[in-house]
Structure formats: C-alpha cells, structure tokens
C-alpha cells in the first residue's frame, strides 16, 4: 500500500529507480530525457561521475559533522571556492538545507541588522514554502491560501512583466519603478523598510527575467535609503542563465544572495552569503540548524563546483541556451499557441496560449503528458499552468536538445 501524503502531487506518473546523465530510467529500464533537472538541481546531470565519487568517498569518511559543535574541511574549503565566484564584497557564507530556509534566514539577517520590519518583495515572486518565505511569495496562492494570515511587514510591488502588462519594456520599466516610489509613500516609509528581495529571473510565476534598467532602478533606491537588497538566486544562479548568477545579466550587486538547487547536485545544501560586516551585524547564535553544512553535501558541492569550471558549463548554458531558444523561437513562428519565448540561457519557458494573451494550461497539461509517453519529461509554472518550461542540465548535449526539441514539436502536432 502506498502510503505516501495524497498532497505531495507528482507532475509525472513516473517512478524513477536510476539516473544518468540527461537521462532517468524506471525499474523497466524505461528512459526519460530528462529537461526538469529535479526542479534546476541536478545542474551536472543525473549521478555525475566526479560527484559520485566524492560523496562516496565523504560517506565512509565523515557524514555529520555537525556545524554548531565542529567544523570541518569540506565546509571551510567550500566558503573559500563559493568566494571565488561571489560577487567580490560578498564574503561571508551561511549554510543551510533547503532554498526556503536560507530564504528565512537572509530575513532574520537583513531585520537584525537594519533594526527595520518591513521587507518589499515583487509580484509574481517565489521565495519557497515556509512562513515567512511564502509570505513573500505571490506566484501563486496555493502557497499562501488556507494557512493565512502569514507573517506579517511584507509589502509587494509589481514585478516588469512586460508581457502579462501587454505594454513596451520600457513603460513597463516605468511603471513599476513608479509604484514602487509611491509604495514607499503609501506602504513601507524607506526608514521602515530592511531590505527587497527579488528572483532577477523570476521562476515559478512563469520565466520572466527582470530588466537592467529596472534591476538599476532597485539599487538606486537601496542605496538612497539605506535599504539591503537579496538576489535570491535559488533557482536561476549557479550557471543556469548562462552567467554564473543571474543577477550578472545586469550589472546590479546585491548586498545578500541566496543560492541552493544547482548547489550540490542534488544533495541538500543552500547558502547565504553576505560582506562579513553586515554578516556581522545579525544577532550571534541567531545562525545554525542541526544538518546544515552536512560533510557529503559540501563534498557534492565542491565536485559540482570542479565539474562546473573544468567542463566549462556556464559558457555551455550560455550557447547551449542561445541555441534552444533559437529553435523554440521557430516552434513559436510555427504554432500559433506559443505566444512567447522568455527566459535567459537554459532557464527557458514556452507561454501557451488559446489565443495571444489566453493562457492555456489545459494545452500545456496535454503537451507535458504527450511528452512524457515519447520519454521526455518537461515541467510547467505560472498562474495558469501555462508555461511550458525548459531546464535541462547544464551538461546536455546538442544531439539531447535537438531530441528533445523534436519529440515536443511531436507533442504539439498530436495535441492539435
Ligand atoms: C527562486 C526560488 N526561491 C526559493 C525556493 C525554495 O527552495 P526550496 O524548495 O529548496 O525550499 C525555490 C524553489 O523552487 C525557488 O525557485
């Protein structure tokens, strides 16, 4: 008997023993291409040969070396290899387990060390599924309904969704920046407000990447008032955009990043860093937990690192992404139900639609299910459900992508 909780709803009906590479395969020895990466985790693909090899060697080592009492050489090691690619005044590293509890604490930082309450997030966010997380989260009220009210001193201003907006970029730009101003004057006074906190590639609500000039707009206004800003970096850092963080796309520095998924291949591990003075300015003791840091997850995430940099793989998302979205472009010319492609390297969705501006979540249902009896598994997001989204790992192939490509135009004509 299956005793699973009936609220943890799987997308697929797939019951995956193994995973290789791109691939993931049923008891049967079925296969899956599969394009969801477990959500953007396995950024090095399925089992890794190079992260295998360091878990199993941490496994007989030393599991739990428990973070509060000890510390140990993965751990430190890590902090100094993550340095190397944080943004230079980002050199203070906390570890945690899931993205939602970094989430919580880059908050509890940010109120502590600014002695203010109020934290502005953006429309369409997704922060994770913990109090306060989904209490900064709106890309969907299933995380918010039937548990409010949440906590309390988060103010939410729009998000640049140029195309739900159905306006220009650049009015799009305009207006948000322009609520913003005014929710500084009707919501959250700037000397009441500790920090925003913003996805710069918004993933859950549907891929939409923020713009330069917005992004701008946001530490402007941080710096003029003394406000913190959090790139949270879950999903879309960690070479997934093509840059090694996404917020790289636009020249903007946070003061607070947070990262997991693409982190450690799959083994639980997330990170807040900040400059060791504002880490400094959070209340001690107020960091810790009783798994974070685990020793094989930090050995996972130092052989993540090592196959990132040797195989080049934020370069490869770069032009491995260029080339997707070339060919999901001609998907597009060619099916009047995609109505846009967005998102940047290969952190890609498909908006599918009835008709321009009708989302169709019934359809992108029906492509996902099509794709997954022809062995490629997708995923979708947004409101509707009607964002078809595209995350292979960041070491699939051409041959992989052009598969998958084809078996998804497939879907589209069987779904007609
Ligand atoms: C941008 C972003 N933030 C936070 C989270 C929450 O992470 P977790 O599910 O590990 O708690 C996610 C998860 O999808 C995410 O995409």
């Given at each position: 008997m299956?005793?699973l909780?009936?609220l943890?709803v799987?997308?697929?009906g797939?019951c995956?023993?193994r995973?290789e590479g791109?691939?993931?395969?049923?008891?049967?020895g079925?296969?899956?291409?599969?394009?969801?990466s477990?959500?953007?985790v396995?950024a090095?693909g399925?089992?890794?040969?190079?992260v295998?090899?360091?878990?199993?060697?941490?496994?007989?080592?030393l599991?739990?070396?428990?973070?509060?009492t000890?510390?140990h050489?993965n751990?430190l090691?890590?902090?100094?290899?993550?340095?190397?690619?944080l943004?230079?005044?980002l050199?203070?590293?906390?570890?945690?387990n899931?993205?939602?509890e970094?989430?919580?604490?880059a908050l509890r930082?940010?109120?502590?060390?600014?002695?203010?309450p109020?934290?502005?997030?953006?429309?369409?966010g997704?922060?994770?599924?913990?109090?306060?997380?989904a209490?900064?989260?709106?890309?969907?009220?299933?995380?918010?309904?039937?548990?409010?009210p949440?906590?309390?001193g988060?103010?939410?201003s729009?998000?640049p969704h140029?195309y739900?907006?159905g306006?220009?970029?650049?009015?799009t730009?305009?207006?948000?920046l322009?609520?913003?101003d005014h929710?500084?004057?009707?919501?959250s006074?700037?000397?009441?407000?500790a920090?925003m906190i913003?996805?710069?590639?918004?993933?859950?609500?549907?891929?939409?990447p923020?713009?330069?000039?917005f992004?701008?707009?946001?530490?402007?206004?941080?710096?003029k008032h003394?406000?913190?800003?959090?790139?949270?970096?879950?999903?879309?850092?960690?070479?997934r955009?093509?840059?090694?963080?996404?917020?790289q796309?636009?020249?903007?520095?946070?003061?607070?990043l947070v990262t997991?998924?693409?982190?450690a291949?799959?083994?639980p591990?997330s990170a807040?860093?900040?400059?060791?003075?504002l880490?400094?300015?959070?209340?001690?003791?107020?960091q810790?937990g009783?798994?974070?840091?685990?020793?094989?997850?930090?050995?996972?995430?130092?052989?993540?690192?090592?196959?990132?940099?040797?195989?080049?793989l934020?370069?490869?998302?770069?032009g491995?992404?260029d080339?997707?979205?070339?060919r999901?472009?001609?998907?597009?010319?060619?099916?009047q139900?995609?109505?846009?492609?967005?998102?940047?390297?290969?952190?890609l969705?498909?908006?599918?639609?009835?008709a321009?501006g009708?989302?169709?979540g019934e359809?992108?249902g029906?492509?996902?299910k099509?794709c997954?009896s022809?062995?490629?598994l997708?995923?979708?997001c947004?409101?509707?459900g009607?964002v078809?989204?595209w995350?292979?790992?960041?070491?699939?192939?051409?041959?992989?992508?052009?598969r998958a490509?084809d078996?998804f135009?497939?879907?589209l004509?069987?779904?007609a």
């Open positions: 299956n005793h909780s009936p943890l799987q997308s697929s797939i995956a023993e995973g791109s691939y993931l395969y049923d008891s049967e079925r296969r899956w291409l599969d394009f969801t477990g959500i953007g396995t090095t399925h089992c890794h040969p190079r295998v090899e360091a878990a199993q060697r941490q496994v007989g080592t599991v739990h070396a428990q973070y509060a000890v510390t050489p751990m090691r890590l902090t100094d290899r993550l340095y190397e690619h943004p230079g005044a050199d203070a590293v906390a570890f945690s899931s993205g939602s970094a989430i919580e604490t930082l940010v109120r502590q060390a600014s002695g203010r109020n934290i502005i997030a953006f429309t369409g997704f922060h994770g599924r913990t109090l306060a997380a209490s900064m989260t709106t890309s969907t009220t299933k995380v918010r309904s039937g548990w409010q949440l906590m309390a988060v103010c939410f729009p998000f140029s739900r907006y306006w220009s970029e650049d009015d730009v305009d207006f948000c322009q609520e913003l929710l500084f004057l009707t919501q006074a700037p000397a009441d407000t920090a913003i996805e710069p590639v918004q993933g859950e609500y549907g891929y939409y923020a713009t330069r000039r992004m701008q707009g946001l530490r402007e206004r941080c710096d003394g406000i913190l800003l959090i790139a949270d970096e879950i999903q879309a850092g960690y070479g955009t093509g840059r090694f963080w996404s917020h796309h636009y020249d903007v520095q946070p003061d607070v997991a998924k693409g982190l291949s799959g083994y591990l807040v860093a900040a400059g060791r003075a880490m400094a300015e959070g209340w001690p003791g107020s810790g009783t798994y974070g840091a685990n020793a094989v997850a930090c050995a996972a995430a130092l052989a993540t690192l090592d196959v990132i940099e040797e195989e080049d934020v370069a490869h998302a770069a491995e992404g080339y997707l979205r070339q999901l472009e001609a998907l597009r010319g060619r099916y139900c995609i109505d846009e492609v967005r998102g940047l390297g290969l952190m969705g498909l908006e599918i639609v009835k321009p009708q989302a169709d359809r992108a029906a492509l996902l099509a997954e022809s062995g490629l997708l995923l979708r947004g409101t509707h009607q078809v989204r995350l292979p790992p960041l070491t699939a192939s051409r041959r992989e992508i052009d490509v078996l135009q497939d879907a004509e069987e779904t």
